[in-house]
C-alpha cells in the first residue's frame, strides 16, 4: 500500500465565486448558519480588529516551534490561499514575522491563520496583510523537522481540510466545509434578512423575543400558562 506524501500538492478549492460572496458575511452568521460549528479556539485572534479574510484553506502541520513546513507551504501556495498552519497552540517561539509575512502578501495570499505565536507586531499593523495567530512572542523558530502540507488539520480546535472555506473577523475564524459553503450561503443570505428585520423591530421598541416564554417553559423555568 502506498504512502501519502507529505506535501500534496493538488487539492480542489472552494470556488472563487463562493468565496467572495462569503466575504460579504460576518463570520459570526456563517457559524450560526452552519450550526454552530467549525469556529477556532479564541486564542486565534485577528493582529487589529479591522483586519478580514475569506479563501481556501492551504493546511500546514508543524512540530512547535519549527517553521521548515510554512516556508515551503509559501513557496507553494496559489493567490487567494488562505495559510492556516496547526501550531499546536504554542506560544514559546514565534512561527513567523514580517519577512515572511511579507513574502505571503507579496505572493497574493488571501491571509494567514496560526495557532501558535508570531512576533513583529507593529510591522504587521503596518503591512496591511491579515494574520490571525494565538500570540506574540520574539523567540524565532528552527527549521529542522518536517511536517505537512495540505492534509487534514486541527487549528484552533477546528478541523480544517484543505480548500475549506475558512472566514475570519474580528470575531475570530470559522471553517466551512467545502462541499457544503455553497448551501450555507444561501442560508446566511436568509439569516441576515432575518436579523435585519429584528433590528428593525427593536427600533421600533419591540424589544421581546418571541421564542423566549417557550423555552422558558421547556426548561422548567415557567409553568404551562405562566408568563414573564
Do not use: Y
Not at 509559501?74 to 513574502?103: F, N
Request: aromatic fraction near 4%; charged fraction near 25%; hydrophobic fraction near 50%.
Amino acid at each position: 500500500m502506498s504512502q501519502l506524501p507529505e506535501i500534496i500538492r493538488d487539492f480542489e478549492r472552494v470556488s472563487a465565486e463562493v468565496v467572495q460572496k462569503a466575504s460579504s458575511f460576518q463570520a459570526a452568521i456563517l457559524a450560526d448558519v452552519a450550526g454552530r460549528r467549525g469556529t477556532m479556539n479564541a486564542r486565534v485572534a485577528p493582529v487589529h480588529h479591522d483586519m478580514k479574510l475569506a479563501g481556501p484553506a492551504f493546511t500546514v502541520e508543524v512540530r512547535p516551534g519549527d517553521n521548515l513546513m510554512i516556508h515551503a507551504a509559501i513557496a507553494l501556495a496559489k493567490p487567494g490561499d488562505i495559510l492556516v498552519i496547526d501550531g499546536k497552540g504554542d506560544q514559546t517561539a514565534a512561527l513567523m514575522g514580517t519577512l515572511m509575512l511579507s513574502a505571503c502578501k507579496k505572493k497574493g495570499l488571501g491571509g494567514v491563520i496560526v495557532d501558535g505565536a508570531i512576533r513583529d507586531k507593529l510591522e504587521l499593523l503596518e503591512l496591511g496583510f491579515p494574520v490571525f495567530s494565538a500570540g506574540f512572542n520574539p523567540a524565532g523558530p528552527t527549521k529542522f523537522v518536517p511536517g505537512r502540507i495540505n492534509h487534514p488539520i486541527s487549528c484552533g480546535g477546528a478541523m480544517v481540510n484543505p480548500g475549506d472555506l475558512v472566514v475570519g473577523d474580528a470575531d475570530g475564524v470559522v471553517v466551512i466545509e467545502r462541499a457544503k459553503a455553497p448551501a450555507m450561503l444561501a442560508l446566511a443570505d436568509r439569516k441576515v434578512a432575518d436579523e435585519a428585520a429584528r433590528i428593525e423591530a427593536i427600533a421600533r421598541g419591540d424589544t421581546a423575543s418571541k421564542w423566549l416564554p417557550a423555552a422558558l417553559r421547556a426548561a422548567g423555568v415557567l409553568k404551562e400558562g405562566e408568563t414573564l
